[in-house]
């Protein structure tokens, strides 16, 4: 795999088919968590990593488990139920190996689960990369740098967020309509990356 | 005697400059009136409709808003008027006038109104505008304007299309030495948008608003001194000029970028803003899918700006690091 | 640590200090009444020693300092003690005052224009408890008892002494025409006090628009004999140059930790007209009852600096100096900036009374308020570095804490933010508000 | 005979909550993603529509059934297995039957396991409930999550192509406004609804009060 190719995919997943602005996944996080800026941090390294794991464990199940027993319509339940248990399995385990992170990461942990994005981002590799060469690593890429964007932009709203708290917005604005207006302008900046040339 | 007269009791200070907030934005108005002359000077009477409409309908819009939200209506603060004008120079010469109506409601109601008014806008409401109008009718915003009233000049599509479509030799047949292509450009002898072209207007307006004490300087010579950096190392002695008068960046320097409202408000933050205008711009120029990347990286730059606004406090008198 | 050429920060207000005309200072006869109020400084009020129907001279104790933070306060007239009432306070709205009907003889407690020789021979400590006596104040408008801050901590020992004549305020000319008048006295009294605190060096700050009285200063200073360490030191012009905290660190390169005091750095800064009154005290044995008040403003026919009797109302100076026709909107105690607008003219000179500005509805314009355009202005001018429109924010959205944890205690209410505010917010209004809650929530905790 | 009527009220309610007074989407804001992904055309909307109403209906009265069988414990990771087995048939039904609609937005159909709404009735009504009005639910809520769509759809298809499910509805000559096909064109269309939304509500309150 070369660093163009990596480079690629990062700007792709990352600015060009950003999970929220464009491909429209984990809004229910999105809108629901980025009210402040540390707790949008918070969420934004748990989607990262659970992301990045969950890319690498389910190409794995898909390609070396679902594929070879022809179980490729079960994909659905079978990811969900990985991942379900996957999030499960990180929550016990940060809670016993690193308390403090747990206290910190702990509640956005099983928000998670039925964060689309997680599922999304399993569902893209598998059509994007089930018969590519170098397919785990850049399952696991493209997970890790899906969550990055996301995490971008969590922060992005959550600063926004924040300094609105203090603006006159108008009544009826109020509450998530002026969040959705706002994700629609940042999303208007983002179509300035549509058109990437690698 | 005193004591007939009404005394007036408040806190302190008893003074107050005279560059209030209304001074600033008509004096940011006439800085872009000769760029908008040169604009309606070169493409025609079209032009000067574009800019007619634009305004107009952004102060209907804000009249509009005022009514609807029951705020006090404030035409004379200038900001409507300075909207409308921005958005139009950053026009097609040609481009139909509904579209402009539509736009400049657009960089009203929604970027600006929506969000509570002057003062509470996370995205320059222009470039909102100049953006939302890019997705909504591609086609129409990049078609340019032949210069057929000037012989020696010049050509359809902006330097930065040809460039970018047909490559250097295309651009190179058009003009044909390096000289004369800088000479256009710098002058504004070619195609874009109504005001973005003449690069010395646009300079001699930012000059004034820097000694109008209207801006600073933080962010133009940071977004111009990135633009400088990146285009040397990916381009090379010919690209800094070329990169520097071409397309908006001028007008995105001096007069979208540096909009108060929607840029940090520490001068450090400030510089932060620049660089990262200045990059995106680039980017954008050289890898991306449009030509033209001032638009998006200030309206990028917008979104961040709470965040860089959270990393470059100002450090406090007396309080060590 | 080094001189810097000047701190951040800073405007240029129109500075109107030509309005006075030639700088001399002008004997204000003595008034009728003299109303004092016991409030006169920093700290608490001092205690009345006299009773209504008591005869005073000029320069009778008629109230002591009571507690460790007050000062001692000295008849301005001879006459007879009418009453003790509840009286109009340039700071504080409504105070207790010792009101004093003169009886025009002007007689002093005692000869007040002979130099004292054995002066030079003095301790500290008598030197202390002479400028105790004569209930000095800072006279640059802090008004904190001078006894005490001249006498630090022994674990903080001063290296530099600052006098400060930066006079930076627009309008004001008192302490620039008493640098002109007495300059050999000052630096009589800088030197008592530079010795008295072991200082190493005793640095004259002056504005550089004053040019007259820095040559003047570097001129007397070369015709001293023991100059030693004595230096003057010119500033950029520029408000709020006088600021204590700014100019320290314009003249050492020292920065006053936040929420600390001069002495933490081992500096120590008196105003000019305190230095002046230190040597009175000390030389003359002359009580703190007079001071000199720049009576200035566009709504002033006759702009003038006048030695006034402390305890004259601000009606007499305003009817002498004759107002102008025009129209008036304020009348002010202290410079335009931090000054204090006053909302009856029957309030008297107090020690902390530098000027009187009656200003005109041109000069003291108000316009319009429109949102906050985050112009950064405020936060490029704030000597303190901090972002005031921020802190107003918060304190207007009821965000005391947050105001807090970005540095609202340390605004030292300079005005500069409001000034140069062109969406014309009152910055400085919401700050001092969010001190005051701030305050009052933290004593309430207590 | 009071009985029965306060049982018809309350099973109208039932039903007819999700419309407007608890709207999946512009009250409860869930199901957003499939909503703001699929709403480019009228087409598209009532493919996620239907594929949703098939499992929402399904799950709600499949859970309402076993609800007395699950262990408290696990009932979440049992819920979702009930959903995901009813979203592999709709899946596999509309690749069967309409194969291109299909093709489209293929992603957006799996991802209705993840779907809030669905969970969400899941253990907040359909585990507590008897199966009618679970079904009456389910219906609601599913009627209300399609209306929505529809609107969202109707509106973005109407500007951004001119057309109504593939009808030209404004003349060629006028150019449709591409971006509300767009990713901004969805977040703008689903704000200023929300906005609307709250606005009949602030005037609703004035009104009552």
């Known amino acids: 795999m070369t660093l163009g190719q990596i480079i690629a995919l990062f700007m792709g997943s990352v600015f060009v088919q950003n999970f929220i602005f464009s491909r429209f996944l984990g809004l229910c996080p999105y809108v629901g968590v980025s009210k402040d800026t540390p707790s949008a941090m918070g969420m934004g390294f748990a989607v990262v990593f659970v992301m990045t794991m969950a890319s690498a464990v389910t190409w794995g199940l898909y390609r070396y488990v679902l594929i070879p027993f022809d179980l490729t319509y079960l994909k659905i339940v079978a990811f969900i139920l990985v991942i379900a248990s996957f999030v499960q399995f990180v929550e016990m385990f940060l809670k016993k190996a690193f308390p403090a992170l747990h206290r910190s990461l702990g509640i956005y942990l099983p928000l998670i689960t039925t964060n689309c994005a997680v599922l999304g981002v399993a569902f893209l590799n598998i059509t994007q990369f089930e018969t590519e060469s170098y397919g785990f690593a850049k399952s696991t890429l493209q997970g890790f740098f899906a969550g990055i964007g996301f995490m971008l932009a969590m922060l992005i709203m959550s600063g926004i967020r924040e300094k609105l708290e203090y603006a006159e917005i108008p009544e009826a604005m109020k509450g998530l309509a002026i969040v959705f207006i706002t994700a629609g302008l940042i999303s208007i900046a983002f179509l300035g990356f549509s058109g990437f040339k690698l | 005697m005193l004591k007939d007269k009404h005394l007036t009791v408040t806190v302190s200070p008893h003074i107050k400059t005279s560059l209030t907030t209304e001074r600033m934005m008509w004096i940011v108005s006439a800085a872009l009136i000769p760029a908008a002359g040169a604009g309606i000077y070169f493409f025609g009477p079209h032009a000067a409709l574009v800019i007619a409409v634009c305004v107009g309908a952004s102060i209907i819009t804000e009249l509009f808003c005022a009514v609807l939200m029951k705020k006090p209506a404030t035409i004379k603060d200038g900001s409507a008027f300075l909207t409308g004008l921005l958005l139009a120079l950053c026009l097609p010469p040609e481009f139909p006038l509904w579209m402009c109506a539509l736009g400049s409601f657009f960089s009203i109601a929604v970027s600006k109104f929506a969000f509570g008014g002057l003062g509470h806008n996370i995205f320059n409401p222009a470039l909102a505008g100049r953006a939302f109008l890019m997705g909504a009718f591609a086609k129409e915003m990049t078609t340019w304007k032949t210069l057929q009233d000037f012989p020696d000049g010049i050509t359809a599509a902006t330097p930065l299309n040809l460039l970018k479509e047909q490559g250097y030799d295309s651009l190179m047949k058009v003009f044909d030495s390096h000289s004369h292509l800088f000479k256009e450009l710098f002058i504004g002898r070619v195609g874009g948008s109504i005001g973005e072209t003449s690069a010395a207007l646009l300079i001699i307006g930012g000059l004034i608003l820097i000694f109008a004490r209207v801006t600073t300087w933080h962010i133009p010579v940071s977004y111009i001194l990135t633009v400088i950096i990146v285009s040397y190392f990916t381009g090379g002695l010919f690209d800094i000029p070329f990169h520097l008068f071409t397309g908006g960046l001028m007008l995105g320097a001096f007069f979208m970028a540096t909009d108060p409202v929607t840029s940090p408000i520490t001068p450090k933050g400030q510089i932060i803003f620049g660089i990262g205008c200045g990059l995106f711009t680039m980017l954008i120029r050289i890898r991306g899918g449009y030509p033209e990347g001032v638009c998006y990286a200030i309206l990028l730059m917008n979104s961040v700006t709470p965040l860089i606004e959270r990393f470059s406090k100002t450090r406090i008198f007396g309080v060590k690091r | ?446 | 005979m009071g009985q029965e009527e306060t049982n018809n009220t309350g099973y109208f309610k039932e039903l007819s909550k999700g419309f407007i007074r608890e709207n999946p989407i512009f009250i409860l804001c869930l199901g957003l993603c499939p909503t703001l992904a699929v709403s480019n055309l009228v087409e598209n909307a009532f493919g996620m529509g239907i594929a949703f109403f098939f499992v929402l209906l399904c799950s709600n009265i499949t859970i309402s059934l076993v609800q007395k069988l699950i262990p408290d414990e696990v009932r979440i990771p049992c819920f979702i297995v009930i959903i995901a087995a009813f979203v592999t048939v709709a899946s596999l039904l509309m690749q069967w039957l309409i194969p291109d609609v299909y093709a489209r937005m293929s992603l957006y159909i799996n991802l209705i396991v993840v779907n809030c709404i669905i969970l969400g009735r899941a253990e907040a009504f359909a585990s507590k409930n008897n199966v009618f009005r679970s079904a009456l639910d389910a219906v609601g809520m599913g009627v209300g999550f399609t209306a929505s769509l529809f609107i969202i759809s109707a509106i973005r298809e109407v500007t951004g192509f001119g057309t109504f499910l593939g009808f030209r509805l404004i003349p060629e000559n006028i150019k449709p406004i591409t971006i509300m096909i767009l990713a901004p064109g969805a977040f703008f269309t689903i704000g200023f609804l929300m906005a609307l939304f709250n606005l009949i509500r602030i005037k609703k309150g004035k009104v009552s009060k």
């Not at chain 3, 008192?174 to 006295?185: G, T, V, Y």
């Open chain 3, 1 to 446: 640590m080094k001189a810097r050429v000047t701190f951040k920060g800073g405007i240029h207000p129109p500075e109107n200090k030509g309005l006075c005309g030639e700088l001399s200072i002008k004997d204000f006869p003595p008034p009728e009444t003299a109303v004092l109020p016991l409030q006169q400084s920093l700290g608490s009020a001092s205690e009345p020693v006299v009773k209504k129907g008591d005869k005073v001279k000029k320069g009778t104790l008629i109230a002591r300092s009571k507690g460790y933070i007050s000062s001692n306060l000295h008849s301005s007239v001879s006459g007879e003690v009418i009453d003790i009432r509840k009286s109009p306070h340039p700071l504080l709205g409504e105070a207790n005052a010792i009101i004093i009907k003169s009886d025009n003889r002007d007689e002093p407690e005692r000869d007040y224009s002979a130099e004292e020789a054995s002066a030079d021979s003095l301790s500290s400590g008598e030197i202390l408890e002479l400028i105790q006596n004569a209930g000095i104040v800072g006279l640059g408008g802090a008004t904190f008892p001078a006894h005490v801050k001249l006498n630090p901590p022994a674990d903080k020992p001063i290296k530099t002494f600052i006098i400060n004549g930066a006079e930076c305020e627009p309008y004001l000319t008192s302490d620039h025409s008493l640098m002109l008048e007495c300059a050999d006295r000052i630096l009589k009294g800088a030197a008592l006090i530079k010795k008295m605190l072991k200082a190493e060096k005793c640095l004259i700050a002056i504005e550089e628009n004053k040019k007259d009285a820095i040559a003047l200063f570097r001129q007397k200073i070369i015709q001293l004999k023991n100059a030693e360490g004595l230096q003057v030191f010119p500033l950029k012009v520029k408000y709020p140059q006088g600021a204590e905290k700014q100019l320290i660190y314009t003249l050492t390169g020292k920065e006053v930790p936040s929420g600390g005091l001069p002495m933490d750095v081992s500096v120590l800064v008196h105003n000019i007209g305190t230095v002046f009154a230190v040597y009175e005290a000390v030389f003359l044995r002359k009580p703190l009852f007079e001071r000199i008040v720049t009576v200035s403003g566009k709504g002033i026919k006759n702009p003038a600096n006048w030695r006034v009797r402390i305890g004259t109302t601000f009606k007499m100076l305003v009817n002498h100096s004759g107002l102008a026709d025009k129209k008036i909107k304020k009348l002010i105690m202290g410079g335009p900036m931090m000054g204090l607008a006053q909302y009856t003219d029957e309030v008297p000179v107090v020690k902390a009374t530098s000027g009187i500005l009656v200003l005109t509805s041109d000069e003291a314009a108000d316009f319009e308020h429109l949102a906050c355009i985050r112009c950064g202005k405020c936060v490029s001018v704030c000597p303190m570095g901090l972002m005031p429109a921020e802190i107003s924010k918060m304190v207007e959205k009821g965000r005391i804490d947050t105001a807090k944890s970005i540095g609202l205690m340390d605004c030292m209410e300079c005005g500069s933010c409001n000034y140069i505010c062109p969406s014309g917010t009152n910055l400085l209004q919401y700050i001092k508000l969010g001190k005051y809650e701030y305050l009052r929530s933290k004593n309430v905790k207590r």
